[in-house]
């Protein structure tokens, strides 16, 4: 009993008084300490995965981390899951990665070396076993080099639909372009007209960032607005029939907040698997801070009004609580 006592006792020390252990109740915004920014949120393998870019001076910009989670609330860090070694064309700014699990395998696609015209860079894919990695480049080069109808090949995002299809939607400089990608992913099919991309910029604000996704049978389609390093840099969105449009902007669901953060934007959404539960994944800007580059990643509820609208995001420091994946069997 004496020996029980003591073991009592050095809990209550430890836990400061409170004999059991208080548990974390929400995620917490930011989900994670550090500079991160331009996430991708996914359900891969049965859990949560978000992957931000490394939010640093271009330079500096060589590397991916990544962060997984069984139920959004606690979220465990992946260091260098790609990295400038296994991408030989790369010198800096490795950019908004997107990741989709397919064919047994997971690709993460990216956006390198903030390319010009007649410099070598753009949009890669490199791909793992695993969904942590290590990710290695699986061309050698660009899948997307050259500047298309004025947009910049950056910010892809990799889109399934349920026919099996997957397209590309991607594009900064204002302007956004589609394209279709081969099964095994490391290619671009042309479309009957023999064109192999198509610009589909929704808007006149449209900047980057562009997400897609399918509720309903209503295709969201989102992107952001304004200065990556202002404060009002927001996400508006729009809503179709078809994954090519025509998009009519409806408006603003995501922008700043004076009580919470400024520069909120470059987002995507995670959807629960089996539920119609929603979260918006994005970055923001602490209100004391003013280098461009401080950009954290947070995680909030995204809703919809009963005739299908999204509802504003309520930007929050508490985060999400817990939401777990039942097993269901993966899509390939």
Known sequence: MKRI??????????????????????SGNPIAQGWYADPEGAVLAGKYW?????????????HFDAFSSPDLVNWTKHEHVLEQKNIPWLHMALWAPAIIEANNKFYLFFGGNDV?????????VAVSDKPEGPYVDALGKPLINEIVNGAQPIDQ?????DDGQYYM????WRHCNVCKLSQDLLSIIPWEDGQKFHEITPSKTYVEGPFML??????Y????????TGPDYCVAYAIADSPFGPFQRIGKILERDESIARGAGHHSVIKVPGKDDYYIIYHRRPLDETDGNHRVTCIDKLEFNPDGTIKPVKMTFEGVKANKIKKVKNRK
């Open 5 to 26: 006592l003591i073991i009592v006792l050095a809990i209550a020390c430890i836990t400061g008084g409170n004999i059991s252990a208080k548990k974390k109740k929400t």
């Open 50 to 62: 978000i992957f931000p870019t490394y939010s640093a001076p271009y330079k500096q910009q060589l």
């Open 116 to 124: 010009h015209e007649g410099e070598i860079g753009g949009i890669g």
């Open 157 to 161: 995002f990799v889109f399934r639909d």
């Open 169 to 172: 939607f991607y594009g900064g």
């Open 214 to 219: 399918k509720r309903n049978g209503k295709y």
């Open 221 to 228: 389609f989102m992107w952001s607005e304004g200065g990556w």
